[in-house]
């Protein structure tokens, strides 16, 4: 979706109250978006191999079908919890541009509730499987609020989509997912 409707489009539409319809098209445009965009080829990186079988501050779940949830989104998000299977999951995100863009590294924090080490891999809408550029690296000390261990990972995204970040320990796991554009 590119572009907005200002007041004078509203007008035109033959609205006079502008605040009474944003939040109702707003919420409308975030349902309509969805992560459709063609998977490109993976790009020198990250090693990237075949899929196995099977990052807002609410919950989101591992994206299902050709759409991702409007949660993946991270512009204007420092932090956001996942999706857990007896454990609880938060990503704190270190960008270094407005989106999540493809071959660009970014710095993400987690805590995770449960016990044992941490691994973690990502799964991105073509089925292709990329792991952590860094990491995950265990923090010894930290001032942020969350439940559980904290590590430290970096990452970088080779096509742009929906990717599913997965956790796992001992006991426990978490998904997030995130919404990567391309870069350009």
């Known amino acids: 979706m590119t572009g907005s ?3 004078r489009g509203m007008r035109a539409l ?6 009474a319809v944003v939040v109702p098209l707003l919420a409308l445009a975030l349902v309509a978006v969805g992560c459709d965009s063609p998977a490109a080829p993976p790009a020198a990186g990250p090693a990237v191999t075949p899929p196995p079988s099977g990052v807002g501050l609410q919950p989101s779940g591992p994206a299902t079908g050709a759409g991702c949830p409007a949660t993946a989104d991270l512009t204007g998000l420092s932090e956001r919890q996942g999706s857990g299977d007896g454990a609880t999951l938060w990503a704190l995100f270190f960008p270094t541009t407005p989106t999540l863009t493809t071959g660009e590294e970014i710095k993400i924090a987690w805590r995770m509730t449960g016990s044992g080490t941490l691994s973690m891999s990502a799964t991105g809408p073509s089925g292709a499987v990329v792991r952590p550029a860094w990491g995950p690296e265990a923090h010894t000390g930290s001032n942020w609020g969350r439940p559980g261990d904290e590590w430290g990972t970096g990452w970088v995204f080779p096509a742009p989509g929906c990717w599913t ?3 796992q320990r001992s006991s426990g796991s978490g998904d997030l997912v995130v919404r990567v554009a391309l870069t350009g």
């Open 165 to 167: 970040i997965h956790a």
């Open 14 to 19: 033959g609205v006079r109250r502008a605040s």
């Open 5 to 7: 409707i200002g007041v």
